[in-house]
Every structure is written in structure tokens, then in C-alpha cells.
């Protein structure tokens, strides 16, 4: 059974969802450099926790820029040390070529729909 809870803070987060082993951040808006505080934040403290698998779905992120990744990459580096799986999901067009361009999308799992990051 999942569990919800909503993370206003700066607006960027969504809402933080526990399944089973699993957690699921939904961040919302640009991920700028002031935003993205908050959502290292909110990252740091579920992966402090340990849980298997953390879902980042970006369905409805429309800018990211480069603090967001850096913050991204924090959280990807923190989650191979212990050991948890760290999946991007719903990344726009946008969004998406940043990854690219960056080449980070070599790096991060992307998945298209939470179901597939889950699996």
C-alpha cells in the first residue's frame, strides 16, 4: 500500500510517494538554481533512509538547469554508494536534451513510465 505524503517547501516538490521498498519523488516546475535546494533537500533525506529503489518522475518539470543536475548527480552518487537504484522518469523534450547534452543520460536510468523504473 503506498503511502503519500505532500512536500510543498519551495513549490518543486510535488509530492513523495512510499511503495513497498520504493520511494517516488513528483517534482514540479523549473529546477533552478533556487529551487533546487529544496529538492536535494527532500532527495538526501529519502535516500538517508535507504530504501531499495528511488523514483525521480519529472513528468511535470518544464527547465532544468544546471544546479538541478548537479543536484541529481549528488543524489546519484549517494544512492551508488549505498547501494539503492535511482531512476528519472517522464523527462520532457527539454529536459531531456540537457541530459544530452551534458551526456548524463548515459549515466542516469531513464525510464519513460514509473511501472518500468518499479520493475
Known sequence: MAREQKND????????RRESQAVILE???DIDLHRSVGVRG???????EKPS???????AVDFMDSSGLATLVEALQVSRRQKTKLAL????????SIFEISRLDNIFTICETESEALS
Open 53 to 59: 529503489r528511488v523514483v525521480v518522475n519529472m513528468t
Open 89 to 96: 522518469v517522464g523527462l520532457g523534450a527539454r529536459v531531456r
Open 9 to 16: 517547501g519551495d513549490g518543486a516538490i510535488k509530492n513523495i
Open 27 to 29: 517534482l514540479q516546475g
Open 42 to 48: 527532500a532527495l538526501l533525506e529519502v535516500l538517508h
